[in-house]
């Protein structure tokens, strides 16, 4: 079973222009991360954000957390055409034991 | 290695017959985990070793499916008497630990085992 699940499913903008993908949850965690993958290839971390933060940068990614609503949100800055890749988010389950991924959001950047 | 290494990439085979995956992870990381990712899909979770131990295994889909890591170092997938429903991706990753709320658990993905079932 899937704990995460991300909106939209899928997206579809012009370089330069901002992509923002949400994320939901339904147990407690102590971290969420966001994964990218290519297609036919292995997932790529991106960024890993902990349950007391609420937002975290890393170059031209945006990642907020609100833990009340239990969602997060991946914001990516003048994308590329080279952004263009799956992204899913990530988190343990409240067992501690299962790493669980949402379904993703296929996001195409066009040049 | 620099990463996970994963083989064969590509695997075709007619029903029923066995197959065997390779995973490869990077030297030194104590966790290893397999996912099984349908076509459109996130991945899902399948089975967890830690070192050697195989410590979950509640996300293997039946009895057909087995993996080992008997050196606590290189993994194997192996699924028997393969059906058409599993056809799919298989995903390896490995992390230097599986510590909750360490950067350490950060896993780090092959590209994986498309596997098609005849």
């Known amino acids: 079973s899937q704990q995460g699940e991300e909106d939209p499913q899928a997206l579809s903008i012009q370089e330069g222009e901002n992509a923002t993908m949400n994320c939901s949850y339904k147990?407690?965690?102590?971290?969420l991360q966001w994964y990218r993958q290519n297609s036919g290839r292995g997932l790529v971390h991106l960024i890993l954000i902990r349950s007391n933060e609420r937002e975290k940068h890393s170059g031209r990614l945006r990642v907020t957390l609100d833990t009340s609503k239990k969602s997060s949100s991946l914001l990516i800055t003048a994308s590329r055409a080279a952004d263009t890749a799956s992204y899913f988010c990530a988190t343990w389950d409240n067992y501690g034991q299962n790493f669980v991924f949402g379904p993703g959001t296929r996001l195409s950047v066009l040049p | 290695g620099a990463g996970v290494s994963q083989s064969p990439r590509y695997k075709v085979a007619k029903r029923g017959q066995d197959v065997a995956l390779r995973c490869d992870p990077i030297?030194?990381?104590?966790?290893l985990f397999w996912y099984q990712q349908a076509l459109g899909q996130g991945p899902e979770f399948l089975t967890y070793?830690?070192?050697?131990?195989?410590?979950?295994k509640s996300g293997l889909p039946s009895d057909r499916f087995f993996a080992e890591r008997p050196e606590g170092s290189v993994s194997t997938l192996k699924i028997q008497r393969t059906q058409q429903e599993d056809s799919a991706v298989y995903l390896c990753?490995?992390?230097?630990?599986?510590?909750?709320?360490?950067?350490?658990?950060?896993?780090?993905f092959g590209a994986g085992t498309r596997l098609s079932v005849l």
């Open positions: 990753a490995s992390s230097q630990n599986r510590l909750q709320g360490s950067a350490k658990n950060i896993q780090y």
């Open positions: 070793f830690q070192n050697e131990a195989q410590l979950d």
């Open positions: 147990t407690s965690i102590n971290n």
């Open positions: 030297s030194g990381h104590v966790s």
